[in-house]
C-alpha cells in the first residue's frame, strides 16, 4: 500500500503524539490552520520523526566517512534507506534563492 502524501504526514503526527493517538483522532483534533503551521515546519526543520531525523544524521557521517576514505564523490542517500533523493540538489535550490534575492 503506498502512502499518499496526506496519510503520511498525519503518520507522522500521530507517531510523535500530535494531535492523538490514531489518524482518525488527529484528523479530528488538528484545525486546518494548525495543520498549515505544521506542514510549514516541517518543510523549514525536515522530518518530525527522530528517528528519521537520526538515520540522516548517521547517512551523512557515512557517507563523508566513506568519501573521505575513498576520494570520490558519495551519493549520501545511498547511506539514508527510508529518503527518496531530492528532484534538485541543494546547490540548485541555492543558486535560485540567490538569484530571487538579487532580482
Known sequence: MDLESDE???CELVINGIGGRTIAEAKANI???ELKIW???RAKRGSLFFGRRL???F????ADYVAM???KEVDVYKFMTHEDAPETSFEEERMKAI???SQ
Not at 547517512?59 to 557515512?62: D, E, I, L, Q, V
Open 31 to 33: 484545525s486546518y490552520p
Open 55 to 57: 538515520e540522516q544524521s
Open 59 to 62: 547517512g551523512r557521517y557515512h
Open 99 to 101: 538569484k530571487k534575492k
Open 8 to 10: 503520511e504526514f498525519f
Open 69 to 71: 576514505k575513498t576520494g
Open 39 to 41: 506542514r510549514a515546519y
